[in-house]
């Protein structure tokens, strides 16, 4: 069960831009994440992967969080993040985390949000 401390060192990480970054930090090896109803991504080295790859297509991100809370291992994270596209077009994207922690660190993480919003421009 994480400590409203160590939730609020991971948010301020995602919210001072290092993505990847707190994925390595605040993640377990095993851990899984996904989107909507698509398939889970498992391992730490993936997710960092793909949070690097995420993070190329774009440049830059403002990442805020609304609200979070936390109940014992579990915890739900309201995002909104701010792209600026490399052509210069800009995008806002919604997001609900609900994560599972073991100990310290995330295990398992899913995101809800509108599907008809694209993360990043293609």
């Given at each position: ?49 793909h949070e690097r790859a995420a993070l190329a297509r774009v440049k830059s991100v403002i990442s ?5 809370i936390g109940e014992g291992d579990r915890v739900a994270i309201h995002w909104v993040f701010e ?40």
């Amino acid at each position: 069960m994480p400590t409203r401390a160590r939730l609020d060192e991971f948010i301020a990480a995602v919210v001072s831009g290092d993505h990847d970054g707190a994925i390595e930090r605040y993640y377990t090896e095993d851990a899984s994440m996904q989107e909507n109803a698509a398939p889970p991504r498992v391992g730490r080295e993936v997710l960092v992967a793909h949070e690097r790859a995420a993070l190329a297509r774009v440049k830059s991100v403002i990442s805020t969080c609304v609200s979070s809370i936390g109940e014992g291992d579990r915890v739900a994270i309201h995002w909104v993040f701010e792209f600026e596209y490399h052509s210069g077009k800009t995008g806002r994207f919604d997001e609900v985390a609900l994560q599972e922690w073991r100990g310290d660190r995330i295990f398992r993480e899913r995101f809800f949000y509108d599907p008809a919003k694209p993360k990043a421009e293609s």
